[in-house]
Every structure is written in C-alpha cells, then in structure tokens.
C-alpha cells in the first residue's frame, strides 16, 4: 500500500497564528483526504483534493499529485482547532493514514 | 441526511471472548469500511463491504470478519479477543468502492481485559 508521511508529528500555536501541516505519499493516488479528529475520537471530513487547491472559510489545502504531496493551511489558528489532522490516500480500497499531526492551539 | 452512526459507543471484554460492532451507512451510501485505530495511531484498514461482499482486506487475521446487509449497514465480528485488539473501531461509508470520499461514524471503544 501507500506509505504517508506527516510533518510535524507536534505543533503548538498560540491563537491568532498561521500554520501548514505536510502530508508526503510514496505513489500517485487518487484520492486523499484531510481529517481533524476531536477529543472523542470523531474523524471529521476537512477536505477531499486529490489534486488542485480547495478552501473553506480560515482552512485551505493543496495536493500537487506529480510532486506527491498535500499540505493543510490553517489561518489564524482558534483554540477549537485543536485536536489530530490526518491525511489519508486511497490504495485500491483502503484509507492508508500517515501517523498525524497532533495540534494544540493555546489562547 | 443521517450520517454514519455506530454501536455501542465503549464496550469491555475479557480476553478469549467474542464481539460484535454495529454500524449504519450514511444514506444514499452502499459501500462500508472499517478501521482499527491504537492509541496514538492512524487508522489501520480492516476491510471493506460492497453489495454484501467483502471487497477487500488489511493485514488482520481471520478472527476478524464482517457482514453487509441489505440495507447497507454492516456488522464487525471479533473472535478470540486478544489485548491487543483493545482500540477505536472506526466504521466509514461512502457512494461506491474505489477513490470515493469516504465519512466516518463516531467509533466505538473497544477494550480488552
């Protein structure tokens, strides 16, 4: 399967701050998405790109198929923005996630 | 729209025992994954449903198996539950097999004692 790589594995961000989490593949896919999972575990849906650049509202992310890689942009960053970002990219049938960046965003 | 939902939400079980995970597609979805998620990892793929069918599978043992009903949704079964099985079983539905996005329901807690 698709080996992903996340970069950084730990950030933490006072509130108001920008960031940009990495997401390396080692083939060409396709399909990759974002998560954020929350403290209880929920998986929520941020993106679906597999390749372009796609926004919503202070989030946007960025897949350059060829290169192999996505990155998640978070702008001014809230403390609700805490939690684990995953990416994950299709192989055959299966989700194949990097190990995460865990992220805390401190008032 | 209904999202993905799951049961139970944390369940306990003693070592060699047997157990069953439960989960309902979003609506309009006939496609359903599962996923096994340790602490502090990314999810891991167990298998995937397709028209009742298992359409394909991860690195995880026989003792791991799964049912797809007619009404997409789809059953997680155990058997001779180890320490090690202790984690998140995350379900995730989707339109079709393949690059389709797929959508997470809440997980439950599985732990072994």
């Known amino acids: 399967g698709i080996q992903v790589e996340q970069s950084p594995p730990d950030l933490i961000l006072q509130e108001g701050a920008n960031s940009t989490l990495r997401c390396n593949f080692s083939d060409s896919v396709n399909n990759l998405q974002w998560f954020h999972q929350n403290p209880w575990g929920q998986l929520i849906n941020l993106f679906y790109?597999?390749?372009g650049t796609k926004q919503n509202g202070r989030l946007s992310a960025t897949t350059v198929a060829t290169e192999r890689y996505s990155s998640l942009y978070i702008s001014s960053s809230q403390t609700t923005d805490s939690g684990v970002y995953f990416c994950?990219?299709?192989?055959?049938?299966?989700?194949?996630f990097g190990k995460g960046t865990s992220l805390l965003v401190t008032p | 729209e209904t999202g993905v939902t799951q049961s139970p939400t944390h369940l306990i079980k003693t070592r060699g025992q047997q157990v069953t995970l439960r989960c309902s597609s979003q609506s309009g979805h006939n496609t359903v994954s599962w996923y096994q998620q340790a602490l502090g990892q990314g999810p891991q793929f167990i298998f995937q449903?397709?028209?009742?069918?298992?359409?394909g599978r991860g690195n995880f043992p026989p003792r791991f198996s799964g049912l797809q009903f007619p009404n997409y949704s789809s059953e997680l079964n155990v058997n001779a539950l180890e320490l090690d099985d202790s984690a998140l079983y995350l379900c995730?539905?989707?339109?079709?097999?393949?690059?389709?996005?797929?959508?997470f329901g809440p997980g439950t807690r599985l732990t072994v004692t």
């Open positions: 994950a990219a299709i192989s055959g049938y299966a989700l194949n």
């Open positions: 995730a539905s989707s339109v079709g097999t393949g690059s389709y996005e797929q959508y």
């Open positions: 790109i597999p390749s």
């Open positions: 449903y397709y028209r009742e069918e298992e359409n």
